[in-house]
């Protein structure tokens, strides 16, 4: 009688074991999920706005003059600090590496730093007026940042010109006159800058640059040509300080495993 009792209760948890096995065979099988951590992506194009401020030193220095209204004579000259508001667009492309960004950049801004100055080098009496300004500047640099969370800062560095004008009047007899002209100076440019990513699309940020230029020559004779009034200007250095916002197109959010 034991004996058949005990093959009753091995029969049961026989079946028992079975049936949990099958009832686990049944389930279905989930693999646990990988963890990613998502973060913002600097590659692709981008074009924007920037607005903000800049400074100008402007100096001219007269090289020659048998004008007869002209009065400044070789290596008289001056020089003059104006600020004003600079705005204009950008363009470029980001690459990224890690968390390593490169980009080329290309942007133009106009200004409106000018100024007038009277000459008195030869005493009060005397009345050229001077007139200047740097109106509208262009770039082209490359870029190299590093990127963290939507974070991003940057350094730059290459090519910029301005357009610039100088302009003289006399009107005080006995001889009167005036003239302008205008050129384009190359130069270089480094800056540095913060961005932030808003969105995949969306970036603002803000940013300083600094830059400094060539001189060239400017014949302001005016109608006295071929008789000269001749300076070497030049803008000697811009700053500036602008908010930035740009879109950048068809940048996917990118996971780390």
Do not use: C
């Not at 093959?7 to 686990?24: E, K, N, R, V, Y």
């Not at 920037?50 to 100096?59: E, I």
């Not at 490169?102 to 007026?129: K, P, Q, W």
């Amino acid at each position: 009688m034991f004996n058949s009792r005990l093959m009753t209760a091995l029969a049961f948890t026989a079946l028992g074991a079975g049936a949990a096995s099958a009832a686990d065979l049944s389930r279905p099988y989930t693999k646990a999920p990988i963890f990613a951590e998502s973060y913002y992506n600097w590659s692709g194009f981008y074009v924007g706005g920037q607005l903000g401020g800049s400074w100008t030193n402007q100096s001219w220095v007269n090289t020659a003059n048998n004008s007869v209204f002209g009065d400044l004579a070789p290596g008289q000259g001056f020089g003059q600090r104006s600020s004003g508001i600079f705005g204009g667009g950008q363009i470029g492309y980001n690459w990224q590496a890690s968390n390593y960004v490169f980009g080329l950049e290309g942007s133009i801004a106009g200004m409106n730093n000018r100024g007038t100055l009277t000459n008195t080098v030869f005493g009060l009496a005397r009345d050229d007026v001077f007139s200047w300004r740097t109106n509208w500047m262009a770039t082209v640099t490359g870029r190299v940042g590093y990127a963290w969370a939507n974070n991003l800062i940057y350094a730059k560095g290459g090519y910029a010109g301005v357009n610039s004008r100088l302009a003289v009047s006399d009107t005080v007899g006995p001889f009167t006159g005036s003239g302008s002209a205008s050129a384009w100076h190359n130069g270089w440019t480094v800056g540095a800058g913060w961005e932030y990513g808003v969105t995949q699309n969306w970036i603002v940020g803000l940013e300083y640059d600094y830059s400094a230029f060539q001189t060239k020559s400017y014949q302001l004779a005016g109608g006295a040509a071929p008789l000269v009034y001749t300076f070497d200007a030049k803008p000697r250095d811009i700053q500036s300080v602008v908010a930035r916002v740009s879109y950048k197109f068809g940048a996917p959010l990118i996971s780390r495993y």
